[in-house]
């Protein structure tokens, strides 16, 4: 069984269009993350979740908006696409309440390509 | 400056060699320190996950943290094909902080 998984895996758009992310995952983490690797490999968290409440958000363009329905899921939905937003987006979750103590397990990636 | 800085290589070593990976940082907060391991197209994976100074072994891999110089290190003992992947560090006070990875490669 997958313990954090995100679908797609591969996501092809054109530029201005709206996608979305889903993660889940089965580890019975209280805390889940969104986080971007650019193509040097950088990962950047843009958002952290704790038992459905946001308490991280980076600076990211108020055209990406998380959603956690409760607390084994966090989707990430991203308007008016643009081509600076082709990257990998990693899910991740942790069982700390977002304090960096836990440990972060990461799913496969999505890989978004704006054209 | 970076929180976390780290040489992106690549690193090309024979099989069998001792990999030794390392990473600097800044910010005297950090309190544990992780190493993780990316193939191609995969998710990072962690390897070794430590609290505050000292070392940590785990079969092949040494994890070191050294807070007085503020800098880790992951050693990788008789290397194999299979250890080719990026490696990220990773460390973390209030959020993680990554290094940009280091990409190893080890030749048969």
């Given at each position: 069984?997958?313990?954090v998984s995100q679908t797609p895996k ?101 890989r978004l390509t704006v054209l | 400056q ?107």
């Open positions: 069984d997958t313990a591969y996501l092809v758009t054109q530029m201005g269009n709206d996608k979305s992310i889903k993660c889940e995952q089965n580890l019975g983490h209280d805390t889940m993350y969104w986080y971007k690797q650019d193509s040097k490999k950088f990962l950047k968290i843009m958002f952290s979740y704790n038992n459905k409440e946001l308490i991280i958000n980076e600076t990211v363009p108020n055209r990406f908006s998380p959603k956690s329905p409760d607390k084994a899921h966090l989707n990430l939905h991203i308007n008016s696409l643009e081509l600076g937003d082709s990257a990998v987006y990693f899910c991740a979750s942790s069982q700390d309440a977002g304090e960096g103590s836990g440990e972060l397990f990461f799913g496969e990636g999505s | 970076k929180e976390v800085e780290q040489d992106p290589g690549p690193l090309s070593v024979p099989e069998g060699a001792i990999v030794s990976l390392n990473c600097t940082y800044s910010n005297s907060a950090f309190q544990y320190f992780m190493w993780y391991r990316q193939y191609s197209r995969k998710g990072p994976e962690l390897l070794m996950y430590t609290y505050s100074s000292g070392n940590k072994e785990d079969g092949r891999f040494t994890a070191q943290v050294d807070k007085s110089s503020k800098y880790i290190s992951l050693f990788i003992r008789d290397s194999q094909p299979s250890d080719s992947a990026t490696y990220l560090c990773a460390m973390s006070a209030n959020k993680f902080y990554f290094g940009s990875g280091t990409k190893l490669n080890v030749k048969p």
